[in-house]
């Protein structure tokens, strides 16, 4: 008798002790709200400017309307030799493409451009430049990110304004007539490689023209290349290039150049 009831309690402990675990482990499954609430580290503080195209308190502004100081030509290195006046810098086809002195990995970039009111030409052969979001060398070697007359230029759609030339079409037409100013606000994800060279993750681009979405995260094939397919060379950090284009219309403008580096 006494071992039976000895038997009985042994087990109304452990069914005790059973259902006290289970109940503590449904407490602890109970979510709560500040499960998922992150404090730390907290996000710098950055002051945007008034006026939204404006450099916030953390970019680095490429340029300013004053100078090309912080350009050189892509062929030579020395100073660059595009024309500034009016707060305005000129693209000069003699001069050649420029490149910014600064290396850049990952960035946020806002660039303005005017094709003239009075340009001339048609398709590739008007108004083209071009912002190339990292100059791997010397001529077109990077990744090109078209600048042309896009309003009623037809041309090929991938090497229209808003392209990743020859591999993203844009998703909308957001070109101004030529003699407005024009906008690119871009972040670039640049692609990172293995020791041999080999391609450890490519690279992404997101593209406001105007304003308007028109490369929506596009994951790059590689370079940007006039003739052939894409492929991608190693690179760590590149400058930012401006294309002088070699087509016969007239040289174009820019303005209010910043970039933002990213973690
Ligand atoms: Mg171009």
């Not at 090109?144 to 304004?161: F, K, R």
Request: aromatic share 12%; net charge negative.
């Amino acid at each position: 008798m006494k071992s039976l009831s000895s038997k009985f309690l042994a087990l109304a402990f452990v069914s005790f002790v059973v259902t006290a675990a289970y109940a503590q482990q449904d407490v602890q499954a109970k979510p709560k709200p500040e499960d998922t609430e992150i404090w730390q580290p907290v996000p710098a503080v950055v002051t945007p400017a008034a006026e939204c195209n404006a450099p916030p308190s953390d970019a680095i502004v490429l340029f300013d309307g004053k100078n090309v100081d912080e350009w050189v030509n892509v062929k030579d290195k020395q100073p660059a030799l595009w024309d500034v006046h009016d707060g305005v810098m000129t693209v000069n086809k003699v001069g050649g493409s420029i490149e910014t002195k600064r290396r850049f990995k990952d960035y946020q970039l806002h660039v303005e451009y005017k094709i003239p009111a009075s340009i001339t030409g048609s398709g590739q052969g008007r108004g083209n430049s071009g912002v190339f979001l990292a100059s791997t060398g010397l001529g077109d070697d990077g990744y090109e990110l078209q600048v042309l007359d896009g309003y009623n230029n037809p041309t090929y759609v991938n090497g229209m304004a808003g392209s990743i030339y020859k591999e993203s079409i844009p998703l909308v037409n957001a070109s101004r007539k030529p003699g407005e100013w024009q906008t690119y606000d871009v972040a670039w994800t640049a692609p990172t490689f293995n020791d041999d060279g080999s391609l450890k993750t490519p690279a992404y681009v997101t593209v406001f023209f105007n304003g308007i979405l028109v490369q929506n995260h596009f994951e790059l094939k590689g370079q940007t290349l006039y003739i052939g397919k894409p492929f991608y060379k190693k690179y760590d950090t590149a400058p930012i290039k401006l294309q002088a284009h070699g087509d016969k219309s007239e040289p174009m403008s820019y303005r209010n150049i910043w970039a933002r580096e990213l973690p």
